[in-house]
């Protein structure tokens, strides 16, 4: 839920950033080694194809796209809708199929559907509040379903963190979150964590701060 800050204001960031958010390596994943390495991990992460995934906060649907080009049936969902201008787009110039819808990753609009993964990247961080979203998305998982979060503590960890908007003043995890505290939080799924850092190729290159994939199931 988005609580007590202003959507629009978010909303306005989000939308803001859509045309040029694929610019950075690890979003746009137009270099084929960062692709090929994005890939190769969301093979290891999700289930054999197809099954069913919610993209969370999917912004210009990168990975989303990369699942439903293995036969996954996605569907993405963001607060900004030129975000999900951006991955419809996308999709639209692949021949991909996907489904999206403009609204709060923390309640998704999507009905009584349920899912065989929630997949979510660098979404938790900017969550008013993020173990609801968690409870949430695990709600909506089918038996046997598995959250793939892929997360990240940017910079230091005591280094103070700017709100990115006045209103993320408050946000619980505004520089991100460890992973030891994100294992905590998906009880009672069991996680597993794989250390995203020590590869370059993910980011296009190298990088010092914390970031991993926690799988729960
Ligand atoms: C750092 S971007 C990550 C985008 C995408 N997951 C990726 O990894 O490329 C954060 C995304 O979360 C979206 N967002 C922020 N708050 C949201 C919310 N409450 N519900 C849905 N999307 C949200 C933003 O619009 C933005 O697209």
Do not use: N
């Amino acid at each position: 839920m988005l609580g007590g800050m202003t959507a629009s204001t978010l909303t306005r960031f989000w939308d803001a950033c859509a045309a040029s958010f694929d610019d950075e390596p690890d979003h746009g994943l137009t270099d084929p080694r960062v692709r090929a390495a994005w890939q190769r991990r969301m093979r290891g992460w999700l289930p054999t194809a197809p099954a069913d995934v919610l993209d969370a906060g999917c912004g210009t649907g990168s990975l989303a796209a990369l699942a439903a080009a293995d036969g996954h049936r996605v569907t993405g969902v963001d607060l900004a809708p030129e975000m999900i201008a951006q991955a419809r787009g996308k999709f639209a110039a692949a021949g991909l199929p996907g489904r999206f819808a403009v609204g709060d990753a923390a309640d998704p609009p999507t009905g009584d559907a349920r899912f065989d993964v929630v997949l979510c990247r660098h979404l938790l961080w900017t969550l008013p509040d993020p173990h609801a979203a968690l409870a949430a998305w695990t709600a909506r998982l089918r038996p046997g379903g598995r959250l793939v979060l892929i997360e990240g503590r940017w910079g230091r960890q005591d280094d103070p963190v700017t709100p990115y908007v006045p209103e993320a003043a408050g946000l619980p995890w505004p520089g991100g979150v460890p992973a030891a505290d994100l294992a905590r939080a998906v009880a009672p799924l069991t996680p597993r964590v794989e250390p995203l850092h020590d590869d370059a190729d993910l980011w296009g290159r190298p990088v010092h701060d914390e970031r991993y994939a926690l799988i729960a199931r």
